[in-house]
T-cell receptor, first 113, second 114 residues
């Protein structure tokens, strides 16, 4: 089975600072990777996905992630944090059949004014 | 139009009761899921259905029984509710493609057992 590990269950950044949320995956086959965001009392919304095309993936709200096979990583970044970015972020990996999504344990992002 | 909709959004019930959560998707997807999110925000897959057939049944108590009357619906029935069942339950859907599609999530059902 595939899995993902998110380092850091809580991350705090100042408004305007760089956001870096870490995700490492384990997979014996090329993975499909996703980042989701969950705002309080809401469902999960897709930020971006990697599907074996470009290794640098751009998503919504200014977020992007880079797939690094040698490091088995798919870290999420945003150059400048905004107060509205405060939320829970989940990294997920999909099996090749696409019928199962394995989620990391989530990272809670706090943005300090 | 809401892509994946769940009802109810909130559910408060007593221990021992039986309750159902309904889920519908209008995306034309052929795979639907139920996830449980605990108080620590951890997301655990419970069930996965493809074209109305059960394909994933993780280790959950048999008090939980999913039912898929058609490809657009996947309901979750829970018998003899226990305090530990309190959580947020998410329905999701995707297409059975070779991993290229993301899962679309409903807004969740917050179940509180008292």
């Amino acid at each position: 089975a595939q899995s993902v590990t998110q380092l850091g269950s809580h991350v705090s950044v100042s408004e305007g600072a760089l956001v870096l949320l870490r995700c490492n995956y384990s997979s014996s086959v090329p993975p499909y990777l996703f980042w989701y965001v969950q705002y309080p009392n809401q469902g999960l919304q897709l930020l971006l996905k990697y599907t074996s095309a470009a290794t640098l993936v751009k998503g919504i709200n200014g977020f992007e992630a880079e797939f690094k096979k040698s490091e088995t990583s798919f870290h999420l970044t945003k150059p400048s944090a905004h107060m509205s970015d405060a939320a829970e972020y989940f990294c997920a990996v999909s099996e090749s059949t696409g019928n199962q999504f394995y989620f990391g344990t989530g990272t809670s992002l706090t943005v300090i004014p | 139009d809401t892509a994946v909709s769940q009802t109810p959004k909130y559910l408060v019930t007593q221990m021992g009761n039986d309750k159902s959560i309904k889920c519908e998707q209008n995306l034309g997807h052929d795979t639907m899921y139920w996830y449980k999110q605990d108080s620590k925000k951890f997301l655990k897959i419970m069930f996965s259905y493809n074209n109305k057939e059960l394909i994933i049944n993780e280790t959950v108590p048999n008090r939980f029984s999913p039912k898929s009357p058609d490809k657009a619906h996947l309901n979750l029935h829970i018998n003899s509710l226990e305090l530990g069942d309190s959580a947020v339950y998410f329905c999701a859907s995707s297409t059975w493609d070779r991993g290229h599609t993301e899962a679309f999530f409903g807004q969740g059902t917050r179940l509180t057992v008292v």
